[in-house]
C-alpha cells in the first residue's frame, strides 16, 4: 500500500517550453502533496505544498508564477514549469501523506527534467 | 531551508564492515527519518524514530536519536555492496501550526561500498 507515482519518468523540452509533471497516489486519498527539486549529488528542497481544492504554499524562492501547482484531486496533483529554461533541469520528487499519519511521507520515483 | 547537517559527505568502506552516518539539526522535532536513494532513482524510507524515542532497530539498520544534543546517527552493520547509495536524514515538524508535518532534509552521506 501507499504508493505513489509519477509520470513522465524523464523528460526532455526546449527552452521556453512548458512541461507538466503528474504525481498520483495510487491507493490512497492525499489531501496534501509535497513537491522536491534535487540537483545532481545535492539534497532535496522543498519546492512547495500541495494541498487539495486550494491554492499551493511556495517556500521562499520558489517563483510560483514559474512552477504550477494544482491539486485537482485527492489522488492528482500536477507540477507544471512554465518557460522552462536550461537551470531548470533537476529531479523533481512529489511525496504524499495519508489523512491522519501527517509525518510519513510517501515519495514517488521522481520525474528527470532536461531543459535543452 | 535545510536544517540537517550530516557528516560525513562521503563514506567509503568495504564489504562487511559497519557504516556509521550522522545527523545534526537545529529545530524542535516530531520525529526523524532516515531514507536510501540509489542514483537518479526516488527515495526509500529505511526507518522513522519518534522524538520520545531513543534508539530503533530493524534489520542491519539502528538508528539512534539524542535530542538534547540535536542529533541521530544511523548505523549500518555488515555492509554489502548493495548497500551503496546516498543517505538522508529528514526531521519532521509541525510547519507553523499547519495539520501536516513539513520534512526538511539533510545534505546526505554517500555510501560507498567496495565488494
Known amino acids: 500500500g501507499a504508493v505513489v507515482s509519477q509520470h513522465p519518468s524523464w523528460v526532455i523540452c526546449k527552452s521556453g517550453t512548458s512541461v507538466k509533471i503528474e504525481c498520483r497516489s495510487l491507493?490512497?486519498?492525499?489531501?496534501?502533496m509535497f513537491w522536491y527539486r534535487q540537483f545532481p549529488k545535492q539534497s532535496l528542497m522543498l519546492m512547495a505544498t500541495?494541498?487539495?481544492?486550494?491554492?499551493?504554499?511556495?517556500e521562499q524562492g520558489v517563483e510560483k508564477d514559474k512552477f504550477l501547482i494544482n491539486h485537482a484531486s485527492l489522488t492528482l496533483s500536477t507540477l507544471t514549469v512554465t518557460s522552462a529554461h536550461p537551470e531548470d533541469s533537476s529531479f523533481y520528487i512529489c511525496?504524499?501523506?495519508?489523512?491522519?499519519?501527517?509525518?510519513?511521507?510517501?515519495f514517488g520515483p521522481g520525474t528527470r527534467l532536461t531543459v535543452t | 531551508s535545510q536544517q540537517g547537517e550530516e557528516d560525513p559527505q562521503a563514506l567509503s568502506i568495504q564489504e562487511g564492515e559497519n557504516a556509521t552516518m550522522n545527523c545534526s539539526y537545529k529545530?524542535?522535532?516530531?520525529?526523524l527519518q532516515w531514507y536510501r536513494q540509489n542514483s537518479g532513482r526516488g527515495l526509500v524510507h529505511l526507518i522513522l524514530?519518534?522524538?520520545?524515542?531513543r534508539e530503533k532497530h530493524s534489520g542491519r539498520l539502528r538508528v539512534t536519536l539524542d535530542t538534547s544534543k540535536k542529533s541521530s546517527s544511523l548505523l549500518i552493520t555488515a555492509s554489502r555492496a548493495a548497500d551503496t547509495a546516498s543517505y538522508f536524514c529528514?526531521?519532521?515538524?509541525?510547519?507553523?501550526?499547519?495539520?501536516?508535518?513539513?520534512?526538511?532534509f539533510g545534505q546526505g552521506t554517500i555510501l560507498t561500498v567496495h565488494p
Open positions: 511525496s504524499a501523506y495519508i489523512s491522519g499519519t501527517p509525518y510519513e511521507q510517501y
Open positions: 491507493d490512497f486519498q492525499a489531501t496534501t
Open positions: 500541495s494541498n487539495e481544492g486550494s491554492k499551493a504554499t511556495y
Open positions: 529545530t524542535s522535532i516530531n520525529n
Open positions: 524514530i519518534r522524538s520520545n524515542e
Open positions: 529528514a526531521t519532521a515538524s509541525n510547519a507553523g501550526g499547519t495539520s501536516y508535518g513539513k520534512l526538511t
